[in-house]
């Protein structure tokens, strides 16, 4: 892929996500939720429980800020904190069924808008669009870590 390519597709790639995000979003007032909020409560649907200081690491905030978005999501029963059985000293976040009703009202809306979206095309130019992305998604998939790897 030529240079220009690459920047025209980033920039595509960005728009596109940026506002499917932004229409998932609009679901988070109905929740009385932040997006930090909802950030926390993604990762914990999609990788599972995790350890305060993980959660810290994987959305690049220091520890004290975890614990104010958590605090917030706890008081609204949207996730639990319990201590570690294996180590006392750690503190592992899991998401309730409450905080997965947020997570699927977001999906839903999203994809919703994505097939609006998509009925605006013809049915050959969407399936096209859905076999190249699959493809662009496994090799973005497979070669990231060589992006970000030390």
Not at 42 to 57: A, C, H, T
Not at 74 to 80: A, N, P, S
Not at 117 to 124: A, L, R, S, Y
Request: glycine share 8%; with cysteine.
């Amino acid at each position: 892929m030529e240079g220009d390519e690459g920047k025209i597709l980033e920039e595509l790639l960005r728009e596109v996500c940026f506002l499917i995000k932004k229409v998932g979003r609009q679901v988070l007032r109905d929740f009385n939720i932040t997006p930090a909020q909802f950030e926390v409560l993604q990762k914990l649907y999609f990788k599972g429980s995790m350890r305060m200081s993980d959660m810290s690491s994987e959305l690049g905030v220091a520890k004290s800020t975890i614990t104010g978005i958590v605090g917030g999501l706890e008081e609204k029963d949207y996730v639990t904190k319990e201590r570690s059985s294996s180590d006392r000293r750690v503190i592992l976040l899991s998401i309730t069924s409450e905080g997965e009703k947020i997570i699927h009202s977001v999906i839903e809306r999203r994809q919703a808008f994505v097939r609006e979206m998509g009925k605006q095309m013809d049915d050959n130019m969407r399936t096209k669009l859905t076999e190249a992305l699959k493809i662009f998604s496994e090799i973005v998939r497979r070669e990231a870590g060589k992006w970000y790897e030390a």
